[in-house]
């Protein structure tokens, strides 16, 4: 019956079993984690700074300018759409924003150069919407505006890496004994302590919950999700001031997928209905808890994955590995469901309370270069060499080297949290 299902219609399964094994990486280590003693914190501070400030003056040269009214209007009036535009090689030296050595709460997933990639053109592209600039990423700014309070980022393996990168754009404004970064599965927390800020993941890779919640032990054969239960996850949401939420390649592995609902039996479900049901579920309990006035939510729409090289090069047969440039628009891959795209434009289209949808969809589909390949780790090992020399197996054409292109989802975010319609 599922075999009929599954050829019968246009249903992309992304994850072949050799993949499935990359969503399994919960458990990846932080490399570093920052410590602080007295002795050397003077010293340390200086490096910070020193580094702050050659960042800086990098970054004043960033075509992306100042006029605040600018931002505001183009999320307001609407007279920029910030999705719509083109990649573009960043000749002002301004990327990529932080380096694999700058940021130590990298996870070696993430860290491609170091982990053996040989090219880094993949760092230094900008995205430039066609009728506006993005404005400048100011670190401070930004901590400045959560001071005293909660930025969380909620989902999966790809949320997590949303979160890093974030982490990594403003901690080196930060010097190293004022922050400090907890793990209290299944959240890890960066705590910017000047500002008293924090900034979070939260694993709940289904959003509402399912036998894959466990931070690190999430390896299941067979997923079970609880289509109407939430609670258990989002009684740690409670009063978050900032909620980004993401959900999709873990729906995506069968056309149909064992849920419940209520006490009635697992049963099988056709995929877009189960994530519609989810997202309702998740929709309810916004409309019921959100204030509103003090807490702004967002849903990061899909992050595409480039598993079939033939689909940006007729004839070929490989995926993602060895790619080094972005594609050439247009370009829509079939692994991003038009069906799942629509169902949450219309299910936060019908909540009472705002939810932003940042459609990054798109402009991270141009970008078959921007993953992770052979660069990174399975079930946390970093892969041998022999490993690497079979990309047809091994390459990991779903998640992202950092820095890389979640670091421009979060430019984004950026641009919406300080110019975006307030609600005060
Ligand atoms: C620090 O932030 C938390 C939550 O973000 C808030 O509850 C608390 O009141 C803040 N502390 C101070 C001293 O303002
Ligand atoms: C649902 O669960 C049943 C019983 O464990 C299993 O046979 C079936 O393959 C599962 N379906 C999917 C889509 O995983
Ligand atoms: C699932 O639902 C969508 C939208 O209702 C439909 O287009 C699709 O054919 C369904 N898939 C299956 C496997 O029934
Ligand atoms: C990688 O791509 C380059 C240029 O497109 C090609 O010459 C080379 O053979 C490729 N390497 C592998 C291992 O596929
Ligand atoms: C997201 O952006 C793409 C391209 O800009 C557009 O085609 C699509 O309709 C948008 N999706 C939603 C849900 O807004
Ligand atoms: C939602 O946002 C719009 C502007 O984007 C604003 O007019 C409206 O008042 C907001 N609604 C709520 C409930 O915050």
Redesign the pocket.
């Known amino acids: 019956m599922t075999t009929s299902l599954a050829s019968g219609h246009r249903f992309q399964t992304l994850f072949p079993l050799a993949l499935a094994a990359f969503l399994l990486l919960g458990a990846s280590r932080i490399k570093i984690e920052s410590s602080c003693s007295k002795t050397s914190c003077q010293h340390v501070l200086q490096r910070v700074f020193s580094f702050a400030a050659m960042h800086k003056t990098k970054i004043r040269n960033d075509d992306g300018g100042d006029d605040e009214h600018i931002y505001h209007d183009a999320l307001r009036n609407g007279s920029c759409d910030v999705f719509e535009g083109a990649w573009v090689l960043d000749e002002y030296n301004s990327r990529p924003l932080y380096t694999e050595e700058s940021c130590p709460y990298l996870t070696t997933q993430v860290t491609c150069l170091s982990n053996g990639r040989p090219d880094s053109l993949y760092q230094k592209w900008r995205w430039k919407p066609h009728a506006c600039q993005l404005p400048r990423f100011d670190a401070v700014k930004l901590l400045e505006s959560l001071s005293?309070?909660?930025l969380m980022f909620i989902g999966d393996s790809l949320q997590r890496t949303q979160w890093e990168s974030m982490v990594c754009l403003v901690e080196s404004a930060i010097p190293d004994c004022k922050k400090s970064m907890t793990k209290i599965p299944p959240r890890r927390i960066f705590l910017a302590e000047e500002y008293?800020?924090?900034i979070e993941f939260y694993w709940a890779p289904f959003l509402v919950e399912s036998n894959a919640d466990h931070a690190t032990k999430h390896r299941v054969q067979k997923r079970q999700v609880k289509l109407d239960s939430i609670s258990k996850h989002s009684k740690n949401w409670e009063g978050v001031?900032v909620l980004v939420f993401e959900s999709y390649v873990w729906w995506m592995n069968k056309p149909l997928i064992n849920a419940t609902i209520g006490s009635l039996e697992m049963k099988e479900y056709n995929v877009t209905t189960a994530y519609s049901l989810a997202l309702q579920t998740l929709g309810k309990w916004l409309d019921s808890t959100m204030n509103p006035l003090t807490q702004k939510a967002f849903f990061m729409s899909l992050s595409p994955t480039h598993i079939w090289s033939w689909e940006w090069k007729s004839g070929s047969n490989g995926n993602c590995f060895n790619e080094t440039t972005p594609i050439q628009p247009p370009y829509w891959g079939i692994g991003s469901s038009h069906h799942i795209m629509g169902v949450v434009r219309d299910t936060l289209q019908d909540l009472k309370v705002n939810v932003t949808l940042l459609n990054i969809t798109q402009l991270s589909e141009y970008r078959k270069d921007g993953h992770t390949s052979v660069y990174t780790e399975r079930q946390g090992k970093l892969l041998t060499f022999e490993q690497r020399a079979q990309p047809q197996i091994y390459a990991d054409c779903v998640h992202w080297c950092l820095p890389g292109v979640p670091d421009t989802w979060n430019e984004m975010l950026y641009m919406y949290l300080l110019y975006g319609p307030s609600r005060h």
């Open positions: 005293n309070k909660r008293n800020a924090s001031d």
